[in-house]
């Protein structure tokens, strides 16, 4: 393609295809280098062993190793980092923008990572997982998203797993929390070292809960805006209408356990619909 590899002298074992491709003066350093498409690895100059195929992927990196950029503008901004796997549509779009610290990172997906520009050792695989919001500075790590929007409006939170469609999809700063199922953990923005597993356990949820462990469809699902705290729900809509932190602490096993604990601590109901009425 027009200009593909044009200050390039000294480079082998390269396959450059694409106008624009390996622009940049690369070295000998760079070798393996597989750059496909429009501007593809543009920028590169002695980073070595990377893939970039397709419009604008990889196009600024130049001295990072061992990425594979695969998609329209995957990894368009990122510099000097090493081991980063971006594929999708603007997978990874963001990261190591402005001189960030952004590697070792696996986004799989449409736009998943496409935000976060300082996080490290993420894995995010799903349409938007891990999106991230749209400002500098997103440093969540040791993540991992699975599904579509998993984990999407993450910015800073560490150290959580959201599993299924829209799990923990509202979890911004939120760090130590684990959510399989389809909108587990689904509305909270800032929860700590939280277990929800189930469709919708815990998805209604919109404080700072901690220490929760709810298990079960729809489970836990009434928390609301209240920071609930060390309660352990297990069974379909388990604990369902706990709203307050004064029910902090609660132990409910069996389908439909302690549907009439609202707001009353300290209580351990076990069986099926035990404790539904008072």
């Known amino acids: 393609g027009y200009a593909a590899g044009y200050q390039t002298q000294v480079l082998g074992k390269a396959v450059i295809i694409g106008e624009g491709a390996v622009y940049a003066v690369a070295e000998s350093t760079a070798i393996g280098t597989v750059a496909i498409g429009f501007n593809a690895l543009n920028a590169l100059t002695s980073g070595a062993g990377n893939i970039g195929i397709g419009y604008q992927a990889g196009t600024v990196v130049n001295t990072g190793s061992k990425n594979t950029y695969l998609g329209y503008q995957a990894g368009l901004k990122d510099t000097d980092q090493d081991e980063n796997t971006f594929i999708g549509y603007y997978s990874g779009y963001e990261s190591c ?58 910015s800073d939170g560490d150290n959580n797993v959201a599993i299924g469609s829209a799990s923990g999809d509202a979890i911004d700063t939120g760090s130590n929390n684990v ?17 929800a597993i189930g469709k919708g356990a815990m998805s209604n949820m919109t404080g700072a809960g901690d220490g929760n462990v709810v298990i079960g469809v729809d489970a836990g699902d009434a928390f609301g805006s209240a920071a609930v ?10 604990g ?23 707001e009353s601590r300290y209580n351990t109901v076990i069986g099926y619909e035990a404790l539904k009425t008072v």
């Open 97 to 154: 923008t402005a001189g960030a610290a952004s590697y070792h990172n696996t986004y799989v997906g449409s736009f998943s990572g496409e935000n976060i520009d300082d996080g490290i050792r993420n894995v995010a695989i799903g349409r938007s997982a891990m999106r991230g919001t749209d400002a500098d500075g997103n440093d969540a790590s040791y993540n991992v998203a699975i599904g579509r929007e998993a984990l999407t409006s993450i």
């Open 179 to 195: 959510a399989i199922g389809s909108d587990a953990l689904g509305s909270a923005t800032a929860p700590t070292q939280n277990v």
């Open 229 to 238: 705290g060390a309660t352990v729900l297990i069974g379909k809509n388990a």
């Open 240 to 262: 369902t209408s706990i709203n307050s932190t004064d029910a902090n602490y609660a132990v409910a096993i069996g389908q439909s356990a302690a549907l009439a604990v609202t």
